[in-house]
Each structure stands twice: as structure tokens, then as C-alpha cells.
Antibody, heavy 119, light 109 residues
Framework: QVQLVDSGGGVVPPGKSRRLSCAAS????????MYWVRQAPGKGLEWVGL????????HYADSVKGRFTISRDNSKNTMNLQMDGLRNEDTAVYYC????????????WGQGTLVTVSS | EVVLTQSPAALSLSPGERATLSCRAS??????LAWYQQKPGQAPRLLIY???NRATGTPARFSGSGSGTDFTLTISSLEPEDFAVYYC???????????FGQGTKLEIK
């Protein structure tokens, strides 16, 4: 069965960096685009970015462009989110999600990992 | 940028009742619209894609409809496990981005 496990969250001072990981299993990871979606406490969902199946393209939301970097290692079935220059407004639960194949939707999600940006 | 506006923000109904949730786009969008269900402390779950197709495991009481700027998620007869927050979502192509509505909280009356 498809499983996505998010990890790496924690408390981070403003301006510092954090690296999140998503470990995938139960499907051929290298065939799927992968995404990061976040949710601030008590708020709605916000798309963060995507990486194509082979890592050849990456796209980011304007709110994180230039600060966040998505990467993947298809040999290890993992995706990472490197977050630099963190701000208070980046506080959120970060979910990794699998693209459904069409490029339009997210069909499986990780359990999420909480990043709190605070001094 | 396409903005998705969901209404109502909250809806109080009883089990067995019919729920109608709305998602309005700020401009006409292709029929690539999805609905997700999120329960407290859980990740979202894909319910409906391409406006009206049920995702694997979605019960038949859930249906989606609409086109252009107006889309609807209908739950024909509410079960206790349906009380959750529902989000609509679509993709814009230029620039590439994925947009979510702000959510509708479906509460037990």
C-alpha cells in the first residue's frame, strides 16, 4: 500500500534553516511527481511546491520561492524540502503528497510534520 | 491567479440530512477540480477529481458537479464520519500553481 512518511519538523528560530524529508513506499516512486503542501495552525491548505518524477522541473509558490528548495533521490525513494530563511509565517504542518498522474491532484498524503518558527 | 471561494464557511447539519457545499472560482476554470476531506489531526484525503469522479474508496453518497466558475460537492445522506472540513482545489497553468479554497467545516447539529 502507498505510504508517505514525513519527518524533520521542529522548532526553528527565525532566519534559520530546516530540512524536511518524505519517505515513500508501496509504489514506484520514480514514476510520480511529488508535492509539498502546508497548513498553518487552524488555517487552510497552501501548496508549497512540486518536483517532477525525474527531478527535471521544480515549481514553487511565490511565498517560498528563493527560500525553499525541493529535491528527490529516486534511488532512496525520498523527497526533501530544504527551507532557508524561515519566517514566523512559515509555521505550519508540512505534508508531502503524491501526484495522481494527471498533474492536477494529490492522491496520497503523508501524515505531516510540524515546523514552528519561533525565537 | 484563480481564487477559489467556498461557501458556507461552516454548515451545521444532522446525520441523514443532505449537504451541499459550494466552490466558486474567480474566473472560469477547466473541469479539473477536486474536493478533499480533512478530519481533525489527519491529512487531507482526495474525494472527488475532475469535478465529478469519485476517487478510490469514496462512498457513492458523495457527488460532485459544476462547470465554469461554480462547483458543488453534495453528500446525499450524512453519516457520522462525514463531519469534517472540505476543500476544493484546482491547478492554474500560467503560472503553474495549485489553489485551494478556504474550506467548509461540516459540523454535527
Amino acid at each position: 500500500q502507498v505510504q508517505l512518511v514525513d519527518s524533520g519538523g521542529g522548532v526553528v528560530p527565525p532566519g534559520k534553516s530546516r530540512r524536511l524529508s518524505c519517505a515513500a513506499s508501496g509504489f514506484t516512486f520514480s514514476n510520480y511527481a511529488m508535492y509539498w503542501v502546508r497548513q498553518a495552525p487552524g488555517k487552510g491548505l497552501e501548496w508549497v511546491g512540486l518536483i517532477l518524477y525525474d527531478g527535471s522541473e521544480k515549481h514553487y509558490a511565490d511565498s517560498v520561492k528563493g527560500r525553499f528548495t525541493i529535491s528527490r533521490d529516486n534511488s532512496k525513494n525520498t523527497m526533501n524540502l530544504q527551507m532557508d530563511g524561515l519566517r514566523n509565517e512559515d509555521t505550519a504542518v508540512y505534508y508531502c503528497a503524491r501526484g495522481d498522474g494527471s498533474g492536477y491532484y494529490f492522491d496520497f498524503w503523508g501524515q505531516g510534520t510540524l515546523v514552528t518558527v519561533s525565537s | 491567479e484563480v481564487v477559489l471561494t467556498q461557501s458556507p464557511a461552516a454548515l451545521s447539519l444532522s446525520p441523514g440530512e443532505r449537504a451541499t457545499l459550494s466552490c466558486r472560482a474567480s474566473q472560469s476554470v477547466p473541469n479539473y477540480l477536486a474536493w478533499y476531506q480533512q478530519k481533525p489531526g489527519q491529512a487531507p484525503r482526495l474525494l472527488i477529481y475532475d469535478v465529478s469522479n469519485r476517487a478510490t474508496g469514496t462512498p457513492a453518497r458523495f457527488s460532485g458537479s459544476g462547470s465554469g466558475t461554480d462547483f458543488t460537492l453534495t453528500i446525499s445522506s450524512l453519516e457520522p464520519e462525514d463531519f469534517a472540513v472540505y476543500y476544493c482545489q484546482q491547478r492554474s497553468n500560467w503560472p503553474l500553481m495549485y489553489n485551494f479554497g478556504q474550506g467548509t467545516k461540516l459540523e454535527i447539529k
